[in-house]
């Protein structure tokens, strides 16, 4: 069965740099898009972040534009997010989703990782 | 990039349906059918319900239903059950080629 589990998350200060990964199984990880998705706590959904299948097309929201970075591994089924020049306000539980094939839609999601940014 | 707009919340008495619309403009919702829907329990990762507006994945129940009209797509659950109460979002592509989600609603079981 298709499971993704995130690691990565933390306590962090205001300016610092962390990087998340995303473990992918039970799926063939390269072939399909992927997805960054982000919830601050008490607060709804943030979409952060896309990356096709090979890497070569990746967007952004406009809060991560310029700071944050996604990037995938498929030799080693695992999707990445850099983040660097960490704001408060980025303090979230950060999902990683699998896209459902050329659907848009997101399909299978990780249980997710805390991202606490605070001095 | 602004939030869809969805209500905050909406309740209904077991067996009655509800409505939730997820309102976006003619670069995200009216422009594309590439609006979906997701149920989050407290605590859990979101679950995909509704996709491409209207399509329901293997194993989610017919009791979810999903259309658009215009710039305004909609989520109707009929025969609300205890368990559906739960915080429901819409999410829609943009032709900035990003993605945009609502704001969530509350669904309460009454």
């Known amino acids: 069965q298709v499971q993704l589990v995130e690691s990565g998350g933390g306590v962090v200060q205001p300016g610092r740099s962390l990087r998340l990964s995303c473990a992918a199984s039970g799926f063939a990880f390269s072939r399909y898009e992927m997805h960054w998705v982000r919830q601050a706590p008490g607060k709804g959904l943030e979409w952060v972040a896309f990356i096709s299948f090979d890497g070569s097309r990746t967007y952004y929201a406009d809060s991560g534009k310029g700071r944050f970075t996604v990037s995938r591994d498929n030799s080693k089924n695992t999707l990445y997010l850099q983040m660097t020049y960490l704001r408060p306000e980025d303090t979230a539980v950060y999902f990683c989703a699998k896209d459902l094939s050329d659907k848009y839609s997101l399909d299978y999601w990780g249980q997710g990782t805390l991202v606490t940014v605070s001095s | 990039q602004s939030a869809l707009t969805q209500p905050a919340s909406v309740s209904g008495s077991p067996g009655q349906s509800i409505t939730i619309s997820c309102t976006g403009t003619s670069s995200d919702v009216g422009g594309y059918n590439y609006v979906s829907w997701y149920q989050q329990h407290p605590g859990k990762a979101p679950k995909l319900i509704i996709y491409?507006?209207?399509n329901r994945p293997s194993g989610v129940s017919n009791r979810f239903s999903g259309s658009k009209s215009g710039n305004t797509a909609s989520l109707i659950v009929s025969g609300l059950q205890a368990e559906d109460e739960a915080d429901y979002y819409c999410?829609?592509?943009?032709?900035?080629?990003?993605?945009?989600f609502g704001g969530g609603t509350k669904v309460t079981v009454l």
């Open positions: 491409e507006v209207n």
């Open positions: 999410i829609s592509f943009t032709s900035s080629t990003t993605w945009v």
